[in-house]
């Protein structure tokens, strides 16, 4: 899609957003988070999902893909799934080529789907990787890896409270980079949490990546009732003055230079709020393993459960249009460090980006616009 006619698009999308926003209604879902499980081996100090019952019940494959068959989901393309630990699942692989097949029949503009995993699990990572990758890629189905990394060697072993789990991640690393020389269509790179645990470790985990062709996502811990359930660490997790310039520096730094979530970030370090658009509710969602869906994954507002009630009838509540009308008001929005949310928002809200345009120029723009990937959210592509 030409320049001209993204900006023309998101001043149109910047006033239906608005009149969608008073008025509490959704738009039509273009992407979406599922955690298929609660279970992880990890037991992460920034974390309390590992907690949580082994028992709990958990929609299995087919609940998923039926659901994914939704009309209301006609729209999305991008889906995010995540855990605890989804290669502890044994019909991960089931799932994911019945999401290929859907590409064909239900979700036409599916472009991509990302995984969040520890990387602990290697042989059976590489080994169901290996299975799907082939009929995603010719289904038109990029696979994105976020995999967490906290540090290069024992740091992460001792932030994932997992004894040799370093080792495990980088020969998983290794392994997927070696599918990625047959397939192109596998994107990876790594996601770390920043605590006061690894505040002095970022630099050698970006050389890692630099190293080894991998994207970053580096952000501060977040505190959630919700995904992560973690509102007890607060007083473990937080930094101290010296952490937070620390902090400054690390994201000051030439590598950062086209990064919005970035520069949202530095600001929030220092106002101690955060500027980002918000779409959660509108145009994204997140549904637990047993099917509760909400909003937002950071604050604790039920919809419902899909098992119970229909996507479509959920997402148009009176519960969803309290929390659409609302959004951005809750005391979590103003410290919601949570990285990726932005990508949705941003084409969806309008004039937030279209202002990223008059700020950086149009050269800037579109190097943005390239590194953030937004290309998928214009029909025009």
């Not at 991960?92 to 990387?119: D, F, M, R, W, Y």
């Not at 949490?193 to 505040?199: G, K």
């Amino acid at each position: 899609m030409e320049l001209n006619s993204i900006l023309i698009s998101l001043a149109a999308r910047g006033i239906r957003y608005r009149y969608l926003k008073a008025m509490g209604m959704p738009g039509r879902p273009e992407a979406l988070s599922i955690e298929v499980t609660r279970r992880c081996i990890a037991k992460c100090v920034m974390c309390n999902i590992w907690q949580m019952p082994a028992t709990a019940p958990e929609l299995v494959a087919d609940d998923w893909l039926k659901l994914l068959q939704s009309p209301v989901l006609s729209d999305l393309k991008e889906l995010d799934i995540t855990g605890g630990e989804p290669f502890l699942r044994n019909d991960i692989v089931e799932l994911l080529l019945g999401i290929g097949k859907l590409k064909a029949t239900h979700l036409k503009q599916l472009c991509s789907i990302a995984i969040t995993t520890n990387g602990f699990l290697t042989e059976r990572v590489l080994k169901d990787v290996g299975a799907v990758i082939a009929p995603l890629e010719q289904a038109g189905v990029s696979l994105v890896f976020a995999c967490g990394f906290d540090a290069v060697g024992k740091v992460h072993d001792r932030i994932r409270n997992f004894k040799g789990g370093w080792d495990r991640l980088n020969a998983t690393l290794q392994g997927l980079k070696a599918l990625r020389e047959k397939h192109p269509s596998l994107i990876l790179g790594i996601k770390t949490t920043v605590t006061r645990y690894n505040i002095d470790e970022l630099d050698k985990v970006c050389r890692y990546a630099d190293e080894h062709r991998l994207f970053t996502i580096v952000s501060p811990y977040i505190l959630t009732a919700n995904r992560y359930d973690n509102i007890d660490k607060e007083d473990s997790l937080s930094f101290s003055i010296e952490d937070l310039e620390k902090l400054r520096e690390f994201y000051n730094s030439p590598r950062f230079q086209w990064s919005y979530y970035r520069d949202e970030l530095l600001r929030f370090l220092d106002t101690g709020r955060m500027g980002k658009p918000c779409s959660a509710g509108f145009n994204y969602f997140f549904i637990r393993s047993t099917g509760e869906l909400y909003s937002c994954p950071i604050i604790d507002a039920l919809l419902g459960n899909v098992k119970e009630a229909s996507l479509e009838r959920l997402i148009r509540s009176d519960g969803a249009a309290r929390f659409r009308k609302n959004i951005l008001k809750s005391p979590e929005c103003a410290g919601c460090t949570e990285p990726g949310l932005e990508r949705y928002a941003l084409p969806f809200e309008g004039f937030h980006y279209l202002r990223q345009f008059f700020r950086l120029g149009r050269n800037g723009f579109l190097l943005l616009h390239s590194h953030m990937g937004l290309d998928k959210y214009f029909p025009d592509r």
